[in-house]
């Protein structure tokens, strides 16, 4: 991440299980419509396995005004 962008609020959303990878798009969605002052200023999607699992993990990095 560049030293430029600016931010005060991290949220992660994860799942491993694979209907909750299915479904993490909308969680996200439904967050950014119920935090319209999160500007957000980075994103950063992770995946990572082991032999049993598979995780997802998409981090926002946003700004809010008024924090």
């Given at each position: 991440m560049a030293?430029?962008?600016k931010f005060n609020g991290v949220k992660v959303f994860s799942a491993t299980m694979?209907?909750?990878?299915?479904?993490?798009?909308?969680k996200v969605t439904?967050?950014?419509?119920?935090?319209?002052?999160a500007h957000i200023v980075d994103t950063i999607v992770t995946q990572s396995?082991?032999?049993?699992?598979h995780c997802l993990a998409?981090?926002?990095?946003?700004?809010?005004d008024g924090r």
């Open positions: 030293n430029d962008k694979a209907q909750e990878r299915d479904n993490l798009g909308e439904a967050w950014l419509r119920n935090n319209p002052n396995s082991d032999q049993a699992f998409i981090t926002l990095f946003y700004w809010e």
